[in-house]
C-alpha cells in the first residue's frame, strides 16, 4: 500500500503536448490548451481564448477606440488647462490646439495622444486576453531592435530610390515645397524639437493600434487561417486611411497603400519593427521637408495631391518590402510563436494548481 493514501485513486497523467500536467494527476484542473506555431496576426488565439474567444476581440476594439479617443484628448486637456492658468485667452488657446493651422502645440499634443495609445494597447492586451505587451510588438515576444534599426536604414535605401523615379516623372499638382530654404525662428525651434523627440512615439503608436492589436484582432477573428491574413492586413489598412479624415482619393490610396505595406510586413516578419521604423522615417522625412521648405499645416493636411505619387509609391513600397523581409531571412527572425517557444507552450502562464 502506498504511503500516500491519494495514489490509490489518482493516476498519472502523461506528458501533455502542451505543457500541462506533466507529473501530475488526473484529477488536477488542466487549463485548455491555447494553438501553437501563431503567426502574429493569430496571437490572441493563444491568450484568454476560450471556446467563445470572438467576444474578447469584439469589446477589446470598442474599448481600444473609446480609450484611444480619451488619449488624444488627455493631453489636449493638460494643455489647455495650463495655458488658462498662465492667463492665455479662450481665443489664443483655441488657435494654438485645434489644428486649424498647425502649431507646436497641435503637434505636441498630436504626437503624446497616440504615444498614449501604445499603453492603452498594452493594456487591452493584458486585461481583456492575458497577453505581456511584448507580444504585440512581435512574436518573440519583445521588440527586436538590432531589426528595427536595420529597417530604418532600408527606408533611406527605399526613400533615395523613388528621389530617383521621382526626378522623371511630371511635377506633383499641389505640392506645396519650395526651393527656397525656410528662416529658421523659434517655431521652428519648435517644431523641430517636437518631430525629432516625439515623432517617433506617434508613428510607433499608430503601429501598436492599426498594424498592432487592429491586425491581431482580425486575424484572430476570421476562423480560417488564409483569409485571416488578407482580412487582418486590409481592415487595418482601410482603418488608418479613413482615420486621416478628409482627404481626395490619391492621398487616401497612397496611405492605404502604406497600410497594405506595412500590415504586410508584420505578418511577414512576425513583428512591429519594420512597419514602426518605415513609418518614422516617413513622418520624418515629411516634417523635415515642411520645415524647410514648406508649411506644416500643409504637411498634416495635404490636399490636391496628383495620380502621379502613385507610381512612386508603389515602387517605394515594393522596395522596401523586399528588403525588409529579406533582411528578416537572413537575421534569421521568427515569425511564428512555434519558432520562440518551446513545442506545447503556452502564451499566457498557467494558473497554480490547487
Known sequence: MSANPHEAFAQPVPPDPYGYG????????QPPPSPTHLPYHRL?????????????????????????????????TVLAVYYAARGMSYEDTLARLSGEIVTPSFLLVVNLGWAFSILVVWLVARTLHGLRPGWVSSVVPRMRWRYFVACLGLSLVALLVTVVLGAFLPAQAGDDVTGQLNSFTTTTRDFLLVVVLLTPLQAAGEEYVFRGYLTQAFGSLIPSPRVSAAVAVLA??????????????????DRFAFGVVAGTLVILTGGL??????????????????????DMTSALNPEGSSWWNIPIT????????????WVARRMGLATTTEDRLHPGSRLVPSRARM
Open 236 to 253: 487595418p489598412s482601410l482603418l488608418f486611411a479613413l482615420a486621416h479624415g478628409a482627404q481626395d482619393a490619391p492621398i487616401f490610396f
Open 314 to 325: 508603389v515602387v517605394r513600397a515594393v522596395v522596401y518590402l523586399a528588403l525588409a523581409v
Open 44 to 76: 490572441l488565439r493563444g491568450g484568454a481564448w476560450g471556446a467563445n474567444g470572438w467576444w474578447r476581440v469584439v469589446v477589446g476594439v470598442i474599448v481600444l477606440v473609446v480609450l484611444v479617443f480619451l488619449a488624444q484628448a488627455l493631453p489636449v
Open 273 to 294: 519593427e519594420a512597419a514602426v521604423a518605415m513609418h518614422v522615417l516617413n513622418n520624418w522625412l515629411a516634417f523635415g521637408l515642411a520645415l524647410a521648405f514648406g
Open 22 to 29: 506533466q507529473g501530475g494527476y488526473g484529477y488536477a484542473p
